[in-house]
């Protein structure tokens, strides 16, 4: 028998008037789109600068051999196609009517959900690679760019073909319905057990998977990190035999065994603050959703009937979604504080930027300075 898995507002609102928890949903409603409205009139300024600097930087230095470039290039730009969809969504909430057509309000309720699971997917796929090459060394130096891309051409046909129900499962309405859009569309009447299905798969590919992708690799990067630091301490009490031996494999550039080893912590150390940054922004911005998502549509489909559990389950879905969507400006902070050569090229653009605007055309007198400003970051670059 089919039955409807009621995910609108609207729905939603039938369901609880005929009992007495309904008696405040109403006001929630109007403060709901209240909340959407200024959340992505906040969320847009500051994610559009963000996402095309981002998109900017790492555009044009795509030929340096940086980690996971690739995949944060593609994060960048999952997270523009959102951003730059938010004015629509700004507007239907500010003036509840939608007069640009059914399909593109389709097509911008489906870039909502497209962005999540995008963005969920380059997080696993940088945790990942910077585990497999932090542990796997000879993995990393045959490792082509070329993978980088068919990877991520993979992800983009894959998220796209995967978050398609949600605009099939989208009805286009009433005659008198034409003007509603995002959370006030209907929605189609699927079988009970095509709902389950939808629902187990989305919550375990879209969420439970990724998390345990994360998680694994936060892990694995701590535990190597400390066994590290475990046999340089062991290292460091060892007899003098050892020390001889690591005397004598001095290299001819003077380098010892010992710096290499610091050098190899150094750098798992920056694998970890990423990838538990990625678990970090993970568990912020898309954990409250799916955990949510489950009870949402428990509520809707009246398993739960207990009243005060109802409404705060429906309060708290449209914070899950703002959550979800505040991602698109903490990626961007992600690439900042957590790779130094970002770093390094937006000081060198903002500073030369400046520089040219401030200063006068004709002194030459500040382009030698310059020149060796940008040598020197470049070494520094190239180092890093």
């Known amino acids: 028998m089919p039955v409807k898995l009621t995910g609108s507002t609207e729905g939603f609102s039938t369901n609880l008037s005929s009992s007495s928890c309904g008696h405040n949903l109403t006001d929630w409603n109007q403060t709901m789109d209240k909340m959407y409205t200024y959340f992505y009139l906040l969320l847009f300024i500051p994610g559009l600068l963000l996402n095309t600097t981002a998109l900017w930087v790492l555009c044009k230095h795509f030929s340096k051999k940086t980690k996971a470039v690739i995949f944060m290039i593609n994060l960048a730009l999952a997270d523009l196609v959102h951003i730059l969809s938010l004015p629509l969504r700004i507007y239907y909430y500010f003036t509840h009517t939608w007069p640009f057509g059914q399909s593109l309000c389709l097509l911008c309720f489906y870039l909502k959900y497209f962005n999540m699971y995008a963005a969920i997917v380059f997080l696993v796929c940088i945790s990942v690679q910077r585990y497999v090459f932090l542990l796997n060394p000879f993995t990393a130096r045959r490792w082509r760019r070329r993978y980088d891309l068919l990877i991520s051409i993979g992800v983009w046909v894959f998220v796209g073909v995967a978050c398609s129900p949600f605009i099939l499962m989208r009805s286009s309405g009433s005659s008198n319905n034409t003007a509603s859009c995002f959370k006030d569309l209907p929605i189609r009447k699927v079988s009970a057990t095509l709902?389950?299905?939808?629902?187990?798969?989305?919550?375990?590919?879209?969420?439970?998977?990724?998390?345990?992708?994360?998680?694994y690799c936060s892990i694995r990067i701590a535990w190597s990190l400390n066994h590290r630091q475990t046999l340089d301490q062991q290292n460091s009490t060892a007899p003098s035999s050892s020390a001889r031996s690591r005397l004598q494999s001095i290299t001819s550039n003077g380098q010892t065994d010992k710096n290499h080893e610091k050098d190899v912590n150094?750098?798992?150390?920056?694998?970890l603050r990423m990838v538990l940054s990625c678990s970090a922004l993970f568990l912020l911005c898309f954990a409250p959703y799916h955990i949510n998502f489950l009870l949402y549509l428990m509520v809707s489909q009246n398993f739960v009937l207990h009243c005060s559990t109802r409404l705060a389950v429906k309060q708290f879905h449209p914070v899950s979604l703002c959550l979800a969507s505040m991602s698109c400006c903490l990626n961007?902070?992600?690439?900042?504080?957590?790779?130094?050569?970002?770093?390094?090229?937006?000081?060198?653009?903002s500073s030369f930027s400046s520089s040219f605007l401030s200063s006068p055309i004709s002194s030459p007198k500040q382009c030698p300075a310059q020149a060796r400003l940008l040598r020197m970051e470049s070494t520094c670059s190239d180092r890093e």
């Open 332 to 349: 961007p902070l992600l690439y900042y504080f957590l790779n130094a050569e970002f770093r390094m090229h937006l000081r060198r653009t």
């Open 195 to 215: 709902g389950v299905t939808m629902i187990t798969l989305c919550e375990l590919f879209g969420f439970v998977i990724p998390l345990i992708c994360i998680i």
């Open 266 to 271: 150094s750098e798992k150390r920056r694998a």
